[in-house]
């Protein structure tokens, strides 16, 4: 016990904190998503091959170390939504840190002179009439790959072509529209849905969709129920219910304009 004190460097006790706040983040990041009892299955099965590496077992160590070397490539499929999420976390802390800030160009904008009149006044209207609606906002992420879901609109943006887009008997009301450098980019859009499992029940399809993109693009979501006529926003895959008066300040304020 003395021989493995004094092996014991700083840098050891460095790297044990650094792995456990990695774990930690993993753990916050899968915590309420179906990927968590995996993600704790994994974690017992490496620690009894350590524990079996340490008892000098080798046959089973050998077996249990095999199932970790080649588990790694399925890891990395099945978790290929939450390690997109880690890693979309990490580059927006980068881009808001101080690098991006002293070297401007490394930060995508498209949303300057947007018309929030014409977005709020639509997503009020259609809050009156209960028209469900669900719209994206991009701020970093440009969502071309959302956009190629959906069908190509390319127009300027108006209350009356945003309402008329969400309108039951259009051909386009159903999924999501896009709005980036101020022009309604596309619609009928398709998104992933969240795979948090405790989302309130009141929440519909809209909404889960809503959540699950904003998990991994850098965008706001609006949406209009159409059981409520309740205005949402979800930003992170955080979501709040917004009051239609103060739905412009708050977006202005999110996306800093």
């Known amino acids: ?141 440009n969502l071309d790959d959302i956009a190629s879901t959906g069908v190509v609109v390319n127009a300027d943006i108006s209350h009356s072509l945003i309402e008329n887009i969400f309108f039951k008997n259009s051909p386009l009301h159903d999924g999501a529209m896009i709005i980036r450098n101020n022009r309604i980019t596309a619609a009928r859009c398709i998104l992933p849905v969240t795979q948090k499992t405790n989302i309130p029940g009141h929440y519909g399809l809209r909404h889960r969709a809503a959540i699950g993109v904003t998990e991994v693009n850098d965008c706001i979501a609006l949406v209009v129920s159409e059981e409520t006529g309740n205005i949402s926003m979800v930003i992170n895959g955080q979501i709040s219910t917004v009051k239609p008066l103060e739905l412009k300040e708050i977006i202005e304020k999110e996306l800093k304009v």
């Open 1 to 141: 016990m003395i021989d493995l004190f004094i092996q014991f460097r700083v840098f050891d006790f460095i790297d044990i904190i650094l792995v456990a706040l990695l774990f930690f983040w993993f753990y916050r990041i899968l915590k309420g998503t179906t990927a968590i009892s995996i993600f704790l299955g994994i974690v017992a099965i490496f620690l009894i091959w350590q524990l079996v590496k340490f008892l000098q077992m080798e046959l089973l160590s050998s077996i249990l170390g095999a199932f970790v070397s080649v588990g790694f490539i399925a890891l990395i499929i099945i978790f290929q939504p939450e390690i997109r999420r880690f890693l979309f976390t990490i580059g927006t802390q980068a881009q808001e840190g101080k690098l991006v800030q002293r070297f401007k160009f490394l930060r995508i904008t498209g949303n300057a002179g947007l018309d929030l009149d014409a977005i709020t006044k639509a997503c009020q209207n259609m809050s009156d009439i209960k028209q469900g609606a669900l719209i994206l906002i991009a701020r970093k992420n």
